[in-house]
């Protein structure tokens, strides 16, 4: 017969092991192989005091963050209670049954002290990349870099008008560290145009209206990946403009080669870095070669000739006309020398009035100005090999494997959930954008590198 059981039955004594109960494919711990935590508390050791009571394990603190940021669990409150509840995440963050969960409110005490004082973040951001680079998932050969816009945790409808600057009441921390960073090239110094709209409560998120949607304020998020296994080699956070994404790639550039002593051969990347500046940078400077498209706006619609039309002369530093004629940087002589270059770095070439006024070609040249004139940027020559790269194969290739850098950043806002920030000002971005890319290349790990049972058997 049916039997049924009458109250719950408790034994004296259980013998449970977590190891046992955690699936050998579970997520954490494929990603546990790859965690190294060693070095964490020699790094802040210096910022915790002798004496007092013992704090809460920092080792624990970052375990805890990692499964947040891997398994998409956004808020800190639910994280705690997640961990304290789940198996697997007690058994990765080494608490064991009868562990204590700490209060979620320790995240912010830690993040807004020593976490950031000692930049323990990026620390074990780039942990994570050395071992990608120690398992072979780093070619260090192409690259690719691109940014992807993140909404700020800003009520669009508190907005005032940029141009009235700040309110006098304006406070708190999100405020300070816009103060901080006003000269920064990445936030604030990236560019002298003064934005429609200020958000009181974190002025340093730009209102952008770069996406079809609705206009909304916005940080970026600026990767740089190698682009053999898409593995994230730097992340920064920047506002949301192109000159800071610009700044954004050279910074991650130089740290790459200073933290690993990496050079690229080769970088891809959309138009938005094809600017005459950045190419000439990555040309003359650091030896790159720009698989990038070049931006040029010399292109005509009202059939006129193009700039294209015209031959350069390296030799005699002259451009060449389809009638035969040259222009010159000059055509004027005076007797103290002039810089022929003006200040956005152009040199205008000019051809000769005379030669214009009697030519057939003159209604197709330069129908409304008495005579032709070309710009020429002082970085020419390093557009002209990013034209020519453009023609090759390597090119083909490199704009094809660029689309692994959106697809990380779909895999951003869809699995990890980060398509709105939930921390304030431009550190909290550079703190959600570090465990965030830490979270990918982990996953990235766990998915590409099998686990060495596996391999034995």
Known sequence: MMGERIGMQEALFYEFSLEQHVPERHMMRLIDRFVDLTAVRNHLKPFYSDTGRPSIDPELLIRMLIIGYCMGIRSERRLCEEVHLNLAYRWFCRLGLDGAVPDHSTFSKNRHGRFRESDLLRQVFETTVRRCIAENLVGGESFGVDASLIRADVDRQRAVPGDEGLPPDAAGRAVREYLETLDDAAFGGSTPVVPKKLAPTDPAARFTAATPERAFFAYS???????????????????????????????????????????????????????????????????????????????????????SDFRFDHEHDRYICPASKELRPSQRTSAEPRSQVDQDGFIRYRASKHDCDGCAFRQRCTPNTPARKIMRSIHEGARDLARDLALTDAYVTARRQRKKVEMLFAHLKRILKLGRLRLRGPNGAHDEFLLAATAQNLRKMARLVPPREAMAA
């Open 221 to 307: 998020t600026n990767y740089l990946i190698d682009l053999d296994h898409a593995v994230i080699m730097d992340v920064e956070a920047t506002t949301a403009v192109r000159q800071a994404e610009i700044t954004a790639q050279r910074r991650m550039i130089e740290r790459v080669q200073d933290r690993f002593g990496i050079w690229p051969v080769r970088l891809a990347a959309d138009t938005a870095y094809g600017d005459a500046p950045n190419l000439a940078w990555l040309v003359d400077e650091r030896g790159i070669e720009p698989h990038i498209p070049v931006f040029d706006k010399s292109a005509r619609s009202d059939g006129t000739f193009a700039r």
